[in-house]
Protein backbone atom coordinates (compact mmCIF):
# COMPACT_ATOMS: atom_id res chain seq x y z
CA UNK A 1 0.00 0.00 0.00
CA UNK A 2 1.08 3.15 -1.02
CA UNK A 3 1.65 5.73 2.01
CA UNK A 4 0.79 9.44 1.32
CA UNK A 5 1.67 10.43 4.27
CA UNK A 6 3.81 9.13 7.84
CA UNK A 7 2.89 11.39 11.18
CA UNK A 8 4.86 11.21 14.06
CA UNK A 9 4.40 12.15 17.54
CA UNK A 10 6.40 12.24 20.93
CA UNK A 11 4.57 10.42 24.05
CA UNK A 12 5.79 11.23 27.47
CA UNK A 13 3.28 11.16 30.43
CA UNK A 14 0.45 11.76 27.93
CA UNK A 15 -1.12 8.85 26.67
CA UNK A 16 -4.61 9.66 27.21
CA UNK A 17 -3.94 13.00 24.85
CA UNK A 18 -1.50 10.49 22.48
CA UNK A 19 -4.87 8.38 22.22
CA UNK A 20 -7.19 10.95 21.86
CA UNK A 21 -4.57 12.27 18.69
CA UNK A 22 -4.59 8.79 17.16
CA UNK A 23 -7.87 8.54 17.13
CA UNK A 24 -8.92 11.51 15.54
CA UNK A 25 -6.12 11.01 12.99
CA UNK A 26 -8.31 7.67 12.04
CA UNK A 27 -11.36 9.11 12.07
CA UNK A 28 -10.63 12.52 9.70
CA UNK A 29 -7.37 11.91 7.92
CA UNK A 30 -8.66 11.32 4.10
CA UNK A 31 -4.70 10.29 2.85
CA UNK A 32 -3.09 7.45 3.53
CA UNK A 33 -1.26 7.40 6.33
CA UNK A 34 0.72 5.61 9.29
CA UNK A 35 1.04 6.96 12.54
CA UNK A 36 4.34 6.92 14.69
CA UNK A 37 4.27 7.42 18.40
CA UNK A 38 7.55 7.60 19.53
CA UNK A 39 7.43 6.92 23.31
CA UNK A 40 10.58 9.07 25.63
CA UNK A 41 10.36 7.08 28.82
CA UNK A 42 6.74 7.35 30.32
CA UNK A 43 5.77 5.27 33.42
CA UNK A 44 4.42 2.09 33.63
CA UNK A 45 1.15 3.36 33.44
CA UNK A 46 1.18 5.29 30.55
CA UNK A 47 3.39 2.78 28.49
CA UNK A 48 0.77 0.25 29.43
CA UNK A 49 -2.03 2.76 27.74
CA UNK A 50 -0.53 2.87 24.69
CA UNK A 51 -0.86 -0.97 24.56
CA UNK A 52 -3.93 -0.38 22.89
CA UNK A 53 -2.72 0.43 19.37
CA UNK A 54 -1.74 -3.29 18.88
CA UNK A 55 -4.50 -3.98 17.21
CA UNK A 56 -3.95 -1.29 14.51
CA UNK A 57 -2.06 -2.44 11.18
CA UNK A 58 -1.75 1.82 10.57
CA UNK A 59 0.16 2.56 14.14
CA UNK A 60 3.54 2.00 15.63
CA UNK A 61 4.63 2.58 18.44
CA UNK A 62 8.69 2.84 19.49
CA UNK A 63 9.74 2.62 23.35
CA UNK A 64 13.01 4.69 23.80
CA UNK A 65 13.22 3.68 27.49
CA UNK A 66 14.29 7.13 28.55
CA UNK A 67 13.51 10.84 27.81
CA UNK A 68 15.61 12.27 25.72
CA UNK A 69 13.46 15.20 24.91
CA UNK A 70 11.69 16.62 22.24
CA UNK A 71 14.80 16.68 19.72
CA UNK A 72 15.89 13.88 20.28
CA UNK A 73 12.75 12.06 20.56
CA UNK A 74 11.94 12.03 16.95
CA UNK A 75 14.57 8.78 16.03
Known sequence: MKIDVSIVTINFNSSAHTIRFVDSVRKYCTLSYEIIVVDNGSDYENTRMLDCF????????????????FALGRL
Not at 54 to 69: A, L, M, P, Q, S
Open 54 to 69: EEFDDVRVIFTGKNNG
